[in-house]
């Protein structure tokens, strides 16, 4: 089971439980192998000349509302609240906080919220056109998904490491598959047990049924997944994406020849990487086999 797996997480400290569920600290041990996963991935990508950005847990709330994802996944996204209240509406408030009643309904939605994917802040720093070729990115980002659970695998806090692509339709789909063979070929290279499948994004409601059915049959997700603990289903552990023109629409983005840009992306989930990893070779990364520490440490 999955929580047996968290216990044994939780017991060795490379975890530490909060009160809710699917949100943790992460030991020194842990952040070790997460860096070494960064720095792997990075050097995997050294040939594309992407430019380099990091982005926080927040972003704009316009992002969130012109990315599409609160239309396809209103229950995954958050919004960050503030009190914008005066000194009567802050005196309500403490007293609903001795009472133990909702205060939350005192805040206002701020003009932030949270990141759903780290890609999600870069695009509205490429609107217009882009040069011939179109432009590479490697972004990193933390990231919040409102799906809380016992399964140390399905954080609702985590981080992605990512290259994308924007510009032209064939070299979208280039990029997508180039990366797709790379981050399988990188994390079997590791020691772990992947397979590539094609996937889907868990849409929202019945009409996100038939999204995810033409997402599947155009075949414009693929993941690499791998059994993170022996009795667990397979898990994705990368995904690599073929968006069409949908980010190009959402933020006026323009191919070197005025047409609207397409993009691709390939995502590592570095926390999920670094489950599988310690699920297949021990909660000691100092004792895992040198083939692997070699690569993570060179």
Known sequence: MTTDFRAELLASGLLVESSVDGLYGRSGTFEKVVRGIDDLVTSAGADQHAAVLHFPAVMPRLVLERSGYLRSFPDLPGSVSVFEGDDDLHVGLLERLERGENWTELLTASDVALCSAACHPLYPQCSGRLPAGGRRFEVFGHCFRHEP?????????????????????????????LWLERSADLLSGLGLAVETVVANDPFFGRPGRMLASNQRAEMLKYEVVCTIHHDAHPTAISSSNYHLDHFGIGFGIESANGDVAHSACVGFGVERITLALLGAHGLDPDAWPLAVRSRLWP
């Open 149 to 177: 659970s016992l399964d140390p695998a399905r954080m609702q806090a985590f981080r992605m490491h990512e290259f994308v692509y924007l510009g032209e339709p064939d070299a979208a789909v280039a990029h997508r598959d």
